[in-house]
């Protein structure tokens, strides 16, 4: 008797939390993208509400003005292109390696890797070689730069099973450091701490105009990897093994698979295609070389590949809304006289609100008493 009143009584004292967060098994993909289109909106709501208090300003003329810096004439138009394409990059390179719970944080010092060789190639080779010769050799050469510095941690990794966030993050100081160096050692004029446009005179190692559109070329290689990368994630056995080793270590080595192997080509892969990314900066875009080749969005990729969940051609939206917003925010920033904390309030909140969402895809709300579930 005294049990069964001690059961009753923990049972009195027990009380179900007001509501709790269950993980979904699937949901429509129709619903996934209507919860994010409503983020959207309701992210706009909030930041027009925030301009009218900051500027006192019309939020519609403010919006407008974001579209007109990303798309108000056809030259922003195709800087717009050129800008998503290399965010877009570097943002595949990153799917491999994230698929397989390999936090590659060190995409900025592989892309200087591939723009060091790349440059390289153009200021002693660029008279040398035919045109066609010198691609392959820059293409060949920024590859195996940013795969070398890719694989060096995950060597690590597999053989003292080193954090890989750490290694990737302070690697990316090493490689500006080696910049800096090439940029003394290449600096014109001399004294400038500045290399200047390679090859100004016979243009050797420039991108072609491509139905003659500056950046084509840009758009035709980044959307082919996206595309074969999309496929050689979901399609390959190679793929199949970064899955399994993403999901569990321990299960894919129960399983056969050489962990340690998957690491190290995976990131051979990952290292290579953000090596190429700063081959697609120097020669297709910059025509030079500097410690802002990469521009930082080594880091703003990881926003894109996570928010795309490693889907290399979902990201092609992500990138592209993510460079509008940048676009958008200079924008505003100059024509209205705001300064740039201003247009970033915007941007976070837009930002905010998108991977917010991401939640309420991903998780549910159960209530206590009703048991009902919040979308």
């Known amino acids: 008797m005294q049990g069964k009143a001690e059961t009753i009584s923990a049972k009195k004292k027990y009380r179900e939390p007001l509501a709790r967060i269950a993980k979904r098994d699937a949901m ?17 709501i909030v930041s027009a509400v925030v301009i009218y208090s900051i500027t006192k300003m019309n939020p519609l003329k403010v919006y407008g003005a974001m579209f007109e810096g990303a798309f108000g004439s056809q030259r922003k138009i195709w800087i717009t292109v050129r800008d998503t394409m290399s965010l877009l990059c570097i943002g595949v390179a990153l799917a491999p390696a994230f698929k397989m719970r390999f936090w590659n944080i060190g995409a900025e010092g592989q892309v200087l890797a591939g723009g060091i060789a790349t440059a390289a190639c153009m200021i002693y080779l660029g008279d040398v070689l035919p045109t066609y010769a010198l691609f392959i050799v ?62 100004p005179q016979t243009k050797a190692g420039w991108f072609p105009e491509v139905f003659g559109k500056q950046y084509m070329l840009n758009v035709i290689i980044v959307l082919t990897l996206a595309v074969g990368m999309f496929i050689y994630l979901r399609s390959t056995k190679h793929g199949y093994e970064i899955s399994v080793v993403g999901q569990s270590e321990n299960t894919a080595r129960y399983a056969g698979i ?47 590949a996570w928010m795309a969940k490693f889907n290399t051609l979902t990201m ?51 209530w206590r008493k009703k048991n009902r579930e919040v979308v």
Not at 350 to 366: K, Q, V
Request: proline share 2%; aromatic share 12%; with cysteine.
């Open 138 to 199: 820059m293409i060949v050469s920024s590859c195996l730069a940013g795969a070398l510095w890719g694989v060096i941690p995950a060597l690590f990794k597999s053989r003292w099973g080193t954090n890989e966030t750490l290694f990737t993050l302070m690697m990316n100081y090493v490689a500006i450091q080696i910049t800096s160096y090439c940029v003394a050692l290449w600096e014109n004029p001399y004294g400038s701490n500045y290399v200047g446009i390679i090859n």
């Open 28 to 44: 429509p993909v129709l619903l996934s993208w209507g919860i994010r289109t409503a983020a959207v909106l309701l992210s706009l």
């Open 258 to 304: 050489n962990v340690g192997k998957v690491f190290v080509r995976t990131m051979l892969i990952s290292g290579a295609v953000a090596g190429l990314t700063g081959f697609i900066a120097v020669s297709g875009s910059s025509h030079t070389i500097s410690v802002n080749t990469a521009g930082g969005r080594g880091f703003t990729a990881i926003i894109v």
């Open 316 to 366: 092609t939206i992500i990138s592209l809304l993510l460079i509008f917003l940048e676009k958008g925010a200079n924008e505003i920033a100059s024509n209205f006289g705001l300064n740039d904390f201003a247009s970033q309030i915007i941007t976070g909140i837009i930002l905010f609100f998108i991977i917010g969402s991401e939640f309420f895809i991903n998780y549910r709300i159960i």
